[in-house]
């Protein structure tokens, strides 16, 4: 159903089966998927693809331009794939050709209110982002990461697989797979074990991973020297190559400490 205030752009193209609300704008070049509902006054501008089954609450802004000064209108684009909440006033915004030219979400994310994703982030699945949480550019985020209210991430940084940053953290390196980080500017608080045992981990891979965690953290080792003592860890517990994989594909701007 799509209410008869709502402006949608003829080269749009829309499932059968999207509810669009009152006083919405939906610009060129959109494809929406079936079972997406998009409540009122929201602006949907494209390149953008949306999967099936979005939620996509009042005021939020998806698909706009980035806010990047080296943007010249170039062709960029969104992905965002199925099963996503957006709730009011969330704001994502197309790639940059400085990068790959593509701002990509992925599966079952939640978007809480006021949440910004800036040009070129890459999030992975089951992520949550909470109030006032702000993505610079090319931020990218693991699945099941987890960022409490007001979080504010630095461009380029990197959030790993089933981390937690806590309220109002202050992002400006990389936090490892499966760590809690917290603080302005953040640093890590162990493992995030809670979350894990909520996710169906086993308790000793959960062990192993706060001897991981100890590696990194409490040996006073040199990051090479700690990766060396966890790729010989990864090779019993599988678990760990995840944290080992956040470490070696890391953005460069190191990790916190």
């Known amino acids: 159903m799509i209410d008869a205030s709502a402006r949608i752009d003829p080269k749009a193209e829309i499932a059968s089966d999207v509810k669009i609300g009152p006083w919405t704008y939906i610009g060129a070049d959109v494809e929406i998927g079936p079972g997406t509902e998009i409540g009122p006054h929201v602006v949907i501008r494209g390149p953008t693809r949306i999967g099936a089954k979005n939620r996509i609450f009042q005021f939020a802004t998806i698909g706009e331009e980035c806010q990047d000064r080296k943007y010249n209108q170039e062709k960029t684009h969104l992905e965002i794939g199925d099963n996503n909440t957006f709730r009011e006033a969330c704001t994502v915004h197309r790639g940059t050709i400085q990068d790959q030219g593509l701002t990509k979400i992925g599966n079952d994310n939640l978007f809480m209110v006021n949440v910004h994703v800036a040009h ?44 937690m940053c806590g309220t109002g953290s202050i992002v400006l390196k990389d936090v490892p797979a499966y760590v809690i980080a917290n603080g302005n500017t953040a640093e890590p608080h162990g493992i995030n074990s809670e979350g894990l045992k909520r996710r169906g981990m086993s308790v000793e ?48 701007r190191g990790i916190i400490r």
């Open 205 to 252: 891979s959960i062990q192993a991973l706060r001897k991981a965690y100890k590696v990194l953290y409490r040996n006073n080792l040199t990051l090479k020297e700690a990766i060396v003592e966890l790729e010989k860890m990864a090779q019993q517990i599988p678990e760990i190559s995840i944290l080992l994989s956040s470490l070696i594909q890391g953005s460069g």
């Open 120 to 163: 070129d982030c890459v999030i992975g699945n089951h992520c949550v982002l909470a109030n006032d949480t702000n993505l610079a550019g090319h931020v990218r985020l693991g699945d099941y990461a987890i960022l409490g209210g007001a979080t504010q991430v630095h461009q380029f940084c990197q959030i790993g697989a089933h981390s």
